[in-house]
């Protein structure tokens, strides 16, 4: 696939015969300063899409602002799923909807074990999908003992012991069990599409591995997945179709996964030269992650 230059974004990749993640020339900016300016991205399910860029280019930006962080405000553009804005919902509501966020940063939840928290999660979701497509009928939870007998299978695919089933979530948890509790989520809420920020951030290989390994196991034609990162490694594990570039704010090229293996033996600079020579540096974003991360996980737990 060939590098293109990219005016406002991503494109367009064909019909989709599934679900549809539309960014829509979305501008965004926390406090009085403007991080997003003019992204446009079309993810469908079954894609994997990287995102790439230099630390302040706007891409952590992006992600919260799908989820739905309230410290940013989206001053123009829409998010579509299946043709439907987002903008207006909480977190909860975007995860019931499909959507998925594994965090950069994640926290830890003293009090509330991981058994729990993805047994209340999963419910909350599963309730939520099932009342729209019912209104009517009378959801039930699965027995326990189901899904239990899921968890472990789970865990198993990210080499995680049963004990962790106990333990509260992320306390005293390593940087890579934390990355691994965040994929173990993902499969167990079975998103329509989710967002990876920087998920190999801090991780050594083989940690790396297996998180790409549990990755690997849940693509298929019913979840897309938007990776961000900085670096080619995670690329080699978890292999897009597409890749994005994002400078200041903008997605200013687009190519295939050679675009991300150039960008590692050359870096960001021919980039800003070829596509975007008139954009400068801008500051650093502050997404205050930890406190995202919270926020989005107590949303789904009812947890306060």
């Known amino acids: ?171 005293g948890f390593s940087g890579g069990e934390k990355k691994r509790m965040e994929i173990l989520q993902m499969a167990m809420l079975e998103p329509k599409f989710a967002i990876m920020d920087e998920t190999d951030s801090g991780l050594d290989i083989d940690a790396l591995r297996i998180v790409a390994e549990g990755v690997n196991a849940q693509l298929g034609p019913g979840l897309g997945v938007l990776v961000i990162t900085h670096y080619q490694r995670l690329l080699e594990y978890i292999k897009p179709q597409f890749v994005h570039v994002m400078i200041n704010g903008r997605i200013v090229a687009d190519g295939g996964p050679e675009l991300a293996k150039e960008l590692d033996v050359k870096g960001y600079d021919w980039v800003r030269a070829e596509f975007a020579p008139e954009e400068a540096p801008v500051a650093a974003e502050t997404p205050a992650l930890a406190r995202a991360s919270l926020g989005v996980k107590q949303s789904l737990t009812g947890r306060q």
């Open 1 to 171: 696939m060939p590098i293109e230059a990219s005016p406002g974004g991503g494109t367009l990749r064909g019909e989709s015969t599934l679900s549809t993640l539309e960014i829509k020339n979305l501008h965004a900016k926390i406090e009085d300063k403007e991080i997003l300016r003019g992204v446009n991205l079309t993810i469908n399910q079954g894609e994997v899409h990287a995102m790439m860029g230099v630390n302040g280019s706007g891409k952590s930006t992006l992600a919260y602002i799908l989820m739905g962080h309230p410290a940013y405000e989206v001053t123009e553009g829409d998010i579509l799923l299946d043709g439907e804005s987002v903008l207006e919902m909480e977190p909860d509501e975007r995860a019931h909807k499909g959507l998925f966020l594994a965090f950069q940063y994640p926290t830890a939840i003293p009090g509330v074990n991981v058994a729990n928290f993805l047994r209340l999660s999963a419910n909350a979701v599963q309730k939520a999908r099932f009342q729209e497509a019912n209104p009517d009928a009378e959801y039930k939870a699965p027995p326990v003992a189901e899904f239990r007998k899921r968890l472990v299978e789970k865990m198993g695919v990210l080499k995680m012991d049963r004990s962790f089933m106990a333990r509260y979530l992320n306390e």
